[in-house]
């Protein structure tokens, strides 16, 4: 399956970009596509009968992966799901993001590199973020998230509940609570595993060193505080 990118120019193999490359996985029908999902029931309305009685998601769901640009924080990339409403216009549909921080908290950049900063989910129109990113210069590629109908209604009503005031804080990791980490931790919550289990199968040779140093290549600031 093609995916559906913006006409930037920015480039970055940087580590949570590569991580969010590799949930691309769930686009491979044999890997996430189950019909035989753990609750026999939906919960969410807009799950639908179709003409032959079987159950139909009138919502879908895109990967939103970003790439870099010059600021700190954008280095190692982006990741947000959004949620598609048909008949909607593309820039009125919900994106979700699970990287937004409050860049006015003391000794940001400290606390940043160090794993210290409490980050939150967010929800808001697609269009408004595509506009900030494309005056970064990032590039912005989407891919359709092939769930079974079932699973995607989970998904959609666990992201509802996760922006939700009393829910929404954590305290941000670079390396395993962030964008990228938070999305595939629901994705293989929604897949009933088979995400990781693929992963597992796929082991890199990098080590988290190796993704830093590559990522503040230049920066030697950053270097010293990691």
Not at 192 to 211: H, V, Y
Request: glycine letters at 6%; hydrophobic letters at 35%; one cysteine or more.
């Amino acid at each position: 399956m093609s995916p559906i990118s913006t006409n930037r120019t920015n480039d970055g193999q940087l580590w949570t970009l590569s991580c969010c490359i590799a949930l691309g996985i769930c686009m491979l029908p044999d890997i996430v596509y189950s019909q035989s999902y753990s609750e026999s029931a939906p919960t969410a309305a807009q799950v639908q009968p179709d003409e032959k009685g079987r159950p139909k998601l009138t919502q879908t769901l895109d990967l939103v992966f970003i790439g870099v640009s010059d600021d700190m924080y954008s280095l190692f990339g982006h990741a947000a799901i959004l949620l598609r409403e048909p008949g909607l216009p593309l820039g009125d549909s919900r994106l979700f993001n699970f990287g937004v921080t409050s860049f006015a908290e003391e000794n940001y950049v400290q606390k940043f590199i160090g794993g210290r900063v409490k980050f939150w989910v967010d929800e808001k129109p697609y269009g408004s973020q595509l506009r900030r990113w494309a005056k970064a210069d990032r590039t912005v590629t989407r891919y359709p998230l092939k769930l079974s109908p079932l699973a995607s209604s989970h998904l959609i009503e666990e992201l509802e509940q996760a922006v939700r005031p009393e829910n929404r804080a954590f305290l941000y990791d670079t390396f395993r609570a962030n964008c990228a980490t938070k999305i595939l931790q629901l994705i293989n919550t929604h897949t009933e595993g088979r995400l990781q289990a693929e992963l597992a199968k796929r082991p890199g040779n990098r080590s988290f060193r190796d993704d830093v140093r590559m990522t503040y290549a230049g920066r030697l600031s950053y270097l010293l505080a990691t």
